[in-house]
């Protein structure tokens, strides 16, 4: 751990890196993931591989494979 002192007036910011969550990221509700595609958090190439979510050419969830995709996990 490092120490570093800062005088008066100095404004400090930190940033960190999210988690990595807990549990099968498979169950993650769909609404939330779609929420993080949204929001740029991530992508719908990554919400696939990563959380069995598929979007459709508009852009929305694509139910029936996803639950295709989530049931062969």
Request: with cysteine; glycine share 16%.
């Amino acid at each position: 751990m490092e120490t570093r002192h800062v005088g008066a007036g100095v404004t400090l910011t930190l940033s960190q890196s999210g988690g990595g969550g807990c549990g099968d990221s498979f169950t993650r509700p769909t609404e939330f993931v779609l929420r993080d595609v949204l929001d740029g958090y991530v992508s719908a190439t990554a919400a696939e591989r990563d959380y069995g979510v598929v979007f459709n050419d508009g852009g929305e969830i694509d139910e029936s494979a996803t639950a295709g995709r989530r049931s062969r996990h």
